[in-house]
């Protein structure tokens, strides 16, 4: 069993930057992929970001690559979403989520995440 808390949102104008945190619990972090997903309101989740356990692989949604990093430090049992030039269609809850997987390439889809936090809520204002 993982736990998952986000931190790190927030209300920020278009154009600056946001610093997700997702603290997970456990001794086995380092065996987790991590991902970020997204959902804003009357829309589907959709995805972010992930990273496989070891922090070698990431992937990222078209619509934030280049602006947006994710990165894990196992050691802290934290991943993390660094979040840049901010758009208004960036304004969402986020998710963090936690698999089970030693593979190389990282999951991107939600269905195959079994452990989430319970969101934190960015809001990006024009």
């Known amino acids: 069993q993982v736990q998952l808390v986000e931190s790190g949102g927030g209300l920020v104008q278009a154009g600056g930057s946001l610093r997700l945190s997702c603290a997970a619990s456990?001794?086995?972090?380092?065996?987790?992929?991590m991902g970020w997903f997204r959902q804003a309101p009357g829309k589907e989740r959709e995805f972010v970001a992930a990273?496989?356990?070891?922090?070698?692989?990431?992937y990222y949604a078209d619509s934030v690559k280049g602006r947006f990093t994710i990165s894990r430090d196992n050691a802290k049992n934290t991943v993390y979403l660094q979040m840049n030039s901010l758009k208004p269609e960036d304004t969402a809850v986020y998710y963090c989520?936690?698999?089970?997987?030693?593979?190389?390439?990282?999951?991107?889809?939600?269905?195959?995440?079994?452990?989430w936090g319970q969101g934190t809520q960015v809001t990006v204002s024009s």
């Open positions: 990273i496989n356990w070891s922090g070698g692989s990431t």
């Open positions: 456990g001794r086995t972090f380092s065996t987790y992929a």
């Open positions: 989520a936690a698999r089970y997987s030693i593979t190389y390439r990282p999951e991107t889809t939600g269905e195959l995440y079994p452990y």
